[in-house]
């Protein structure tokens, strides 16, 4: 963890970290969960992450609504970002289509991900 950062987005697997990673310009914490989080790390995750800007950004399908049900439980002040429902997964999500999403929640993006016009 780097409390340093004050933005953490809480993905589900390693593919979706090394997308965000890829499209964040700014320093911000990218925690992945593997799909499913247990209860203990989970209550780590709600003293380590208070008081820092957090986004829940998982795939659109059950796994993912269930996780996001989860987390929602635990921390009712993030602020969840939805990809389009037909693209399903983070992994499989166009960049471009991913980085206006974190542009919208005002995350700094590379502007090469940006669309022109």
């Known amino acids: 963890m780097n409390p340093s950062t004050e933005i953490v987005i809480i993905v ?9 990673m890829q499209l964040v310009k700014e320093p911000v914490e990218v925690i992945c969960t ?7 790390k989970l209550d780590e995750l709600v003293e380590e992450l208070e008081g820092r800007d957090l986004f829940i950004l998982v795939d659109s399908d059950s796994s993912g609504d269930k996780l996001r049900k989860q987390l929602k439980r635990e921390f009712p002040l993030a602020r969840h970002l939805f990809i389009d429902r037909k693209f399903k997964e983070v992994a499989t999500a166009p960049l471009e289509h ?3 999403i974190l ?3 005002r995350i ?10």
Not at 12 to 20: C, F, H, N, V, Y
Request: glycine fraction near 12%; proline fraction near 0%; charged fraction near 25%.
């Open 103 to 105: 542009l919208r929640a």
């Open 108 to 117: 700094d993006i590379h502007a090469q991900y940006l669309h022109k016009g």
């Open 98 to 100: 991913l980085a206006q």
């Open 34 to 40: 593997n799909g499913t989080i247990g209860l203990s």
């Open 12 to 20: 589900e697997g390693l593919s979706d970290k090394k997308k965000i």
